[in-house]
C-alpha cells in the first residue's frame, strides 16, 4: 500500500490544505516558520490508520469536526484475498473498480462527537460516490436485513426460520452470515492491512538505561516500563527472540548479545560520522542481568541495561548528550521498519533539532537509506538546510499562514509551487541551495562566468544544456549585482580567467561600469570582451512574456502589466525557485527549444553565443 495524497480540514491552524500530494520517493518534506502549522500537519496525518483521539484543542470554533483524506493505492491482491467473508459479487465488482481505477481509493477519516462518552469518535470510510453506488448495486437483494444480522440480529431471524426444512434452514443462514461491503466495512479492511503509523515519540523512544523483562498475561516474557520501543527495536534489528534470549543458558545469552553489539554497532557506525576526540567511534551494548536482592519488588527479575561507548568511557545514555541519544533511538527506530512487509509512515517533527550540521547531514543519510531499502514513506517537518537536499525539491511542501493575523489559516504551497510562497517560509531551502552550490567544484582555472545570482545560474545552465553547447563553462552566482566587483576582484587574485554577465538594468549596469573603469582602465574593448549585459532588467525577459507564464510560472492563462523580471520580483514568486524549477523540467525533457517562440528561441541562442564567444576568445 502506497500513500499518494492527503487533504486535512478543520484541524487546529488548518482549515482546509487541498489535496497536497506525498512525494514519489517516499519522503516529504514540510518547510515553514514557527506556527505555520507544520505540526498540525503531522499530527492530523497520525490521527487515521491508527484512528487516534483528537480533543477539543484540536477542533476549530465554529467549524465543523476535522476530517483527514488520503488517496492511497492500494495491495488489490492482498485486499481481495481478505474479504472471502463478504458478498463474493461485491469483491468481484470492487476488483474490476480498482483495476479501472489503477488500484487507487480515497479513505476518510471523520470525527463526531458522542455525547454519551463525552469523546470525539473517528469514522472511516471510503469517500468516492461511485463505488458506493456500485457496492450497493451488486449487494444482496436483502442487504439490509444482512447488515442488521451483521449487527446482532442472528438470533430474530433464526427464530422468524425456525419451522423451514433443513435446505431452506441452512440457505437462510447462509444467507444471514454473509457479511454486506459498504464504503465503512471496505475502510475498515483497508486500516487492517495498511502500514502502522508512527509519530515519533522523542520521549517515549529514547533508548533506555534499563528496561525490564516481565511474564505477559499470554506467557512467554515481554519488555516493561519506560524506553521498551527503543529496546524492542534493538533487538528486533539484532533478530533476538527475546523468550530464547531469558530462556537460555548463560553462555546463550552472552553469545546472542555479543553478535547483537557487533551487528547493530557495525550498522550504526555506516550511519553515524561523527567521533568522540580525534579517532573514537561510538558503540552500542547490550547487557542482560538480574536485579539483585536489595529490590523487594525487582529482587531477582530480569532486565536489559544498555550502554554507548567510545572505546574509554562507557555510559548509559543518560549520561550521553540529548542529541546522541536521540539519533541512536531514531536510527533504531527507522531500521527497525526495514523488517516489516507492509513498511512504515513516519511522521518526525524536526528530526536532528539537538544535532549539528555534520549530524543532520547523518539524519539525512538514514531516512534517504531506509526509504530507498524498504516501503516505509517518510514525512518530516523542518527548519534546516541540511536537511533538505537542493536538487530533490519536489520533496517540499512549504506551510505558511494565509494572512498577517495570528489566527489566520494554514495554506500549503506544494512542490510544483514553490516559487509562490515567502522567501520566510522557503529560507531553509534558499539556504541550501547555497549551501550546496557552496561545496561544488565549479571555480576552476579558466571559463569562469561570474554571475549576479543564483537565478541566472538556473537559467543559463538550462539554455546550455537545451541548445546541447560544447563551450566548457562554469557559472559562479555572487549574492547580487553589489558583489559582483568583489567577486571579480578575488578572482583576479587568484589568477582565474573570468568573463562577468550582468543584467542591464541600474545595479547592473552599474557593477559593469565600477568594472570597466576600475579593473580595466576604461578600456572600451576590453571591456566588452570582458563583459557583457544581459539584455533586460533580468535575465527572466529573456523570453516572451507568453514562454515565460507557460513554462517558467506554469500558467499559460496568466496575464500581468511590465516585464517578466518585474513579475518574478513582485508576484508573490521566489525568483531562486522558478530557475531552479525550469532547469528540472529542462533535464527532465518536459521543455525544449522547440517549444518557444521563436523570438525566445533566438534571444536564448543570442545570449548563449555571446558568453560561449568571450569564453572561446581566451583559449
Known amino acids: ?354 544535532l549539528h550540521s555534520k549530524a543532520q547531514a547523518d539524519v539525512l543519510a538514514l531516512i534517504n537509506r531506509l526509504a530507498k531499502s524498504s516501503k516505509s514513506q517518510i514525512v518530516y517537518s523542518t527548519h534546516s538546510p541540511h536537511l533538505i537536499e537542493y536538487d530533490k525539491l519536489y520533496r517540499v511542501i512549504a506551510a505558511q499562514r494565509d494572512g498577517d493575523a495570528d489566527n489566520s489559516p494554514t495554506k500549503l504551497v506544494h512542490a510544483h509551487e514553490l516559487g509562490a510562497a515567502s522567501r520566510d517560509t522557503l529560507s531553509p531551502v534558499l539556504i541550501a541551495m547555497g549551501v550546496d552550490l557552496s561545496h561544488q567544484q565549479v571555480v576552476k582555472k579558466r571559463n569562469n562566468v561570474i554571475l549576479e545570482e543564483i537565478s541566472g545560474f538556473y537559467y543559463l545552465t538550462s539554455f546550455w544544456e537545451m541548445l546541447g553547447e560544447k563551450q566548457e563553462v562554469y557559472f559562479i552566482a555572487a549574492t547580487g549585482a553589489s558583489n559582483v566587483q568583489t567577486l571579480a576582484n578575488m578572482f583576479l587574485g587568484w589568477g582565474l580567467e573570468f568573463i562577468v554577465a550582468v543584467d542591464d538594468d541600474s545595479a547592473g549596469r552599474q557593477a559593469y561600469n565600477n568594472l570597466k573603469r576600475y579593473m580595466f582602465g576604461d578600456d572600451e574593448a576590453v571591456s566588452k570582451q570582458r563583459m557583457f549585459k544581459i539584455p533586460g532588467d533580468g535575465i527572466e525577459d529573456i523570453f516572451s512574456k507568453k514562454d515565460f507564464c507557460s513554462h517558467v510560472l506554469g500558467d499559460p492563462d496568466l496575464n500581468y502589466e511590465g516585464k517578466n523580471s518585474q513579475h518574478a520580483k513582485t508576484g508573490g514568486h521566489s525568483k531562486p525557485i522558478l530557475a531552479y524549477e525550469f532547469l528540472n523540467k529542462v533535464r527532465e525533457k518536459k521543455i525544449k527549444l522547440a517549444d518557444f517562440e521563436a523570438d525566445t528561441k533566438a534571444a536564448i541562442k543570442q545570449l548563449v553565443r555571446e558568453i560561449a564567444s568571450r569564453l572561446e576568445s581566451k583559449k
Not at 487541498?18 to 514540510?30: E, K, L, N, Q, R
Not at 545469552?253 to 551487528?263: D, F, P
Request: hydrophobic fraction near 40%; aromatic fraction near 8%.
Open 1 to 354: 500500500m502506497r500513500l499518494i495524497a492527503f487533504r486535512i480540514t478543520n484541524f487546529r491552524s488548518i482549515v482546509d490544505t487541498g489535496w497536497c500530494p506525498f512525494a514519489s520517493d517516499g519522503i516529504t518534506v514540510v518547510v515553514g516558520q514557527n506556527e505555520s502549522g507544520k505540526s498540525s500537519i503531522l499530527e492530523a496525518l497520525a490521527t487515521t490508520f491508527h484512528a487516534t483521539d483528537i480533543t477539543d484543542d484540536d477542533c476549530r470554533i465554529d467549524a465543523e469536526l476535522p476530517a483527514v483524506f488520503l488517496r492511497l493505492k492500494v495491495d488489490t491482491k492482498r485486499l481481495l484475498a481478505n474479504l472471502a467473508a463478504y458478498d463474493q459479487d461485491q469483491v468481484y465488482a470492487l476488483g474490476v473498480y480498482l483495476e479501472l481505477t489503477e488500484n487507487d481509493l480515497i479513505l476518510n477519516f471523520r470525527w463526531r462527537y458522542d455525547a454519551a462518552n463525552a469523546k470525539y469518535v473517528c469514522e472511516p470510510s471510503c469517500e468516492d460516490k461511485d463505488l458506493a453506488e456500485l457496492l450497493l448495486k451488486n449487494g444482496p437483494p436483502n442487504s439490509t436485513a444482512t447488515k442488521a444480522a451483521d449487527d446482532g440480529d442472528d438470533r430474530a431471524e433464526d427464530e422468524k426460520n425456525e419451522d423451514a426444512d433443513d435446505d431452506e434452514k441452512a440457505s437462510d443462514e447462509e444467507a444471514v452470515h454473509v457479511h454486506i461491503l459498504t464504503p465503512e466495512t471496505l475502510a475498515d479492511e483497508i486500516i487492517a492491512i495498511a502500514p502502522d503509523t508512527v509519530l515519533f515519540d522523542q520521549a517515549a523512544g529514547l533508548l533506555p538505561d534499563r528496561v525490564d523483562i516481565q511474564k505477559g498475561q499470554k506467557g512467554g516474557w515481554v519488555l516493561s516500563g519506560a524506553g521498551t520501543q527503543a529496546a524492542a527495536n534493538f533487538l528486533r534489528i539484532a533478530n533476538i527472540n527475546l523468550d530464547t534470549l531469558v530462556d537460555g543458558s548463560p553462555r546463550t545469552q552472552q553469545t546472542l548479545l555479543a553478535r547483537a553489539n557487533a551487528t547493530v554497532t557495525a550498522d550504526f557506525s555506516s550511519f553515524w560520522s561523527q567521533t568522540i576526540g580525534k579517532n573514537e567511534k561510538l558503540q552500542l551494548k547490550c547487557v542482560f542481568a538480574y536485579y539483585g536482592p536489595g529490590g523487594q519488588k525487582t529482587a531477582g527479575m530480569p532486565h536489559l541495561e544498555f550502554w554507548i561507548t567510545d572505546g574509554t568511557n562507557q555510559l548509559f545514555p543518560k549520561q550521553r548528550s540529548l542529541g546522541v541519544r536521540w539519533f541512536i533511538s531514531f536510527y533504531l527506530q527507522l531500521k527497525a521498519s526495514e523488517k516489516d512487509e507492509q513498511g512504515t509512515v513516519f511522521l518526525f517533527d524536526e528530526p536532528g533539532a539537538n
